[in-house]
């Protein structure tokens, strides 16, 4: 269908944008030595995409870390590389990251990385003298640091040890302890607890530095009146430990905060800034610290309930923190923000500020704010997603403005002062490919150069641009193009990716005529956007490419990026129109013609996973089966931060609470078929969430499957992660059938079915036989008509059971073909072979042509009369509803050849190993 933007009405709301990932093999042409992507292939660094590390130090200047860990400083200008710091520095400490002072002469070295949470972690760090190559021994820093902060210029550093900081102002004195009271679950200064990390500064510090480093802020959490989560730790020692952690669920109390300001002079007084009495008065969260100059801050405080935020600047009148001025915003419709507050860039008086919010008609818009009064600089049925930098003269940013298609990205630039305030598009027509349409950058210092990032929905490409310049001299200059994944790829026959909306009679590709298994992948969670012209290499893809699945995901009400109307619909109602969403939109599918109504499934992870089991709950009929990893079963067990943006308190909105449970609706998953998958270590979403889902489910003599993963957190890292997804692919397997799978069996005779690939000759027993018959070999088991895969037991071998497959490249048959005289006339089968490729190995475990050297020499004449004689012209193929094959060859070979076959085994034509 294209971008073009078609709007589907559902429950008076415009309905979004719709992606569908086709298997290939139907609309793209293959020379036959394409074959699929595996989920061996998702999990193989070999098919990674690649980024380009850049870290602007000037105007014009970057460092790089290169693939063999060296470290180069480039000039953008000139395009000249030299070595900053070589691999063996690194090597020394064992060092795989950097941090470089504002001065450029110290590097921090950080080794010993230890995972926290989601953005926190631990290290261990070094300093590096760089002028005089060595390192600085009259620094040394504990072996465990929470966080390190380099001050913007000079070399003066701060770092957080058991939650107290530090601050070290000279290279050949101690540091100077800023806290005292610093105390683990308790008191935390400069490092933030789980829920303002995971929710409000997704970062592992709450440290920063003014514009010289005179000042340094930073933030003390306060924890002592925090309910602890408390799970177990599993570990290998006799008995469990237990983890506890500061959790405010929904409805219970927050975390207290306090914000600071450290003169470096005379760190031993902090002084604190205390939040605008309207915010005081009750329970608030601040969201972001802002610095101005080296004597004015910015600050944004945030109401429990969301839906209101002062930003007040103060002013230091050389002993204290004062006033200055502030601007409030409030949300009458929902919250503020997509999930927060906006960043805040403050324009060259140093008063007035650039900000996104939303304007009169619920778009999100950059905002000049002066005087308390927020004045619209963009307008328009679209949204800026983020600023990317603020100028004396233009501000450039990242919006969906291009045709209208809110899952494009694009760079605009709009000059400050302009009337009106045209903007201009640097990044949509930059290519002609259509390669890259989901774009961003970063940008030196004073914006003289940027990165150009493309993310899809193409390969992905980085490239580095001129800023000075404009037309042809704009030409950007390749840092990475990801030529090799293009080359790896080119071997993978890929999925299609079709994007649209739902108010269409078809995609074009389809064939009607036959009908494909469904599989929605969802999200659902408010602000969010699944899709996208990002590209990606996932567990959709595999499914896609290597068992024919159509993998579609839909974002409806209570997305992102288009309008308050669509993503505040679910304001206070979790778990209702985005549930609904989906459900229609499998209905559209439907009404397309080309879904097999008896082969629907939903998954999705997290708030995924609550939708989806919502969905299967609903009692629609729709669905065969469903996977939730990690989802919330019920939303008093979740972060109050989170939930009550989106449902405040339990108290003042509990029919939404309690009619938003999955416990509540256990009941109905008796007509499907449930997976329930979750990590007992989960810090976000807590295992209690599974445990209660599945404790009614039990109540409810619910039939359902489960997979716990011991010490694993939400993301399933590790082994966990590889195991959980071959896992939910068997699952797929039993529940959607027909679909062709790889299953341990066929994984156990890999190696005995590559043999077979070593030996062009057949055995001699076979030979003879041959010559007996006077008949001609076949000469190609590439058979025209159908895509065959065949996996049946073949015979027993001194115990060991050999599996025989047969894939070829095959196109399929309408659906209402004569399979009989399709597949059964010989010299539609036979006539138009040609000498057989070598055989394949498919990291699926499948192979192409591993019994072609067998069957050449048992010749197709004496095969095709065999068929004639068992009678099996409608059995012996059974065609499945993604559009491939099974053919029962082995019990040709029971019936026929297995004693021969076996013979060959033996003769050592096929190793055992």
Known sequence: MGCNKVIWILAGVAVTVTMITILAVFYSKSDGTQRPFTLGDYFNDTFRKKSYNLYWISDKEYLHKTTDRNLYLHNAETMKETLFLSNTTFDKVGATGYLLSGDHKYIALESNYSKNWRHSYTASYSIYDKENSTFVTTVSLPPEVQYFFWAPTGNQFAYVSNYNL??????????VQVTQNGKKNEILNGVPDWVYEEEIFASNGAIWWSSTGKFLAYVEFNDTEVQKIEYSWY???????????????????????????????????????????????????????????????AVQWLTRKQNHVVVQIYDFDGSSWREKQKFEQTSKTGWIGRYGPLPLFFAEDKISFYK?????????????????????????????????????????????QHQGVPVMRNLYKVLIGSSPSDTQCLTCDLDEDRRCQYNSAYFSSDASFYRMDCYGPGLPLYTLVDNRVSGAAREPSTLEDNTDLKNLLSGIHMPTMKYGTLKVSGFESFKKSKKYPLLIDVYGGPSSQSVSYNFKLNWGTYLSSSHGIIVASFDGRGSGYQGDEILHTIYRRLGTYEVEDQIAAVRKFIDMGFIDTKRIAIWGWSYGGYVASLALSAGTGLFKCGIA????????????????????????????????????????????DFLLVHGTADDNVHFQQSAQISKALVDEQVDFEAMWYTDRDHSLSGSARYHAFNHMSHFLQKCLGGVTWESPLQRCYIRLSRSLRDHETAPEAIEKRKSANQQTPVSNTRLKGAQAQTMKTAQSLAGLLLLIIIQSSWQVPDQDADRSSVLLNENSMFSDLSEPPNMK??????????????????????????LKNSKRNGSLFRRHADGTYTSDVSSYLQDQAAKEFVSWLKAGRGRRD
């Open 235 to 297: 570990g290998s020692d006799q008995y469990p430990e237990t983890v506890a952690v500061p959790y405010p669920k929904a409805g219970s109390n927050l975390t207290k905060v306090k914000l600071f300001v450290v003169d470096t002079s005379n760190p031993s007084s902090p002084m604190q800034v205390a939040p605008p009495t309207s915010i005081a008065s009750s329970d608030h969260m601040l969201c972001s610290v802002t610095w101005v100059t080296d004597e004015r801050v």
């Open 166 to 175: 530090f601050l070290n102002s000279d290279m050949n004195a101690k540091a």
């Open 841 to 866: 190995r498919h990291s699926e475990g499948t192979f192409s042509n591993d019994y072609s050297k067998y069957l050449e020499t048992r010749r197709a004449q004496d095969f095709v009369q065999w």
């Open 356 to 400: 996104v919010m939303s304007d009169d008609k619920g778009y999100k818009h950059i905002h000049l704010v002066k005087d308390g009064k927020a004045t619209a600089i963009t307008s328009g049925k679209w949204e800026v997603i983020y600023i990317c930098k603020l100028t004396k003269d233009a501000i450039y940013f990242v919006s969906n």
């Open 629 to 672: 990893v990690a989802p919330v079963a019920n939303w008093q067990y979740y972060d109050a931060v989170y939930t009550e943006r989106y449902m405040g308190k339990p108290v003042e909105n509990s029919d939404s609470y309690k009619n938003s449970t999955v416990t509540s609706r256990a009941k109905n998953f008796t007509k499907v």
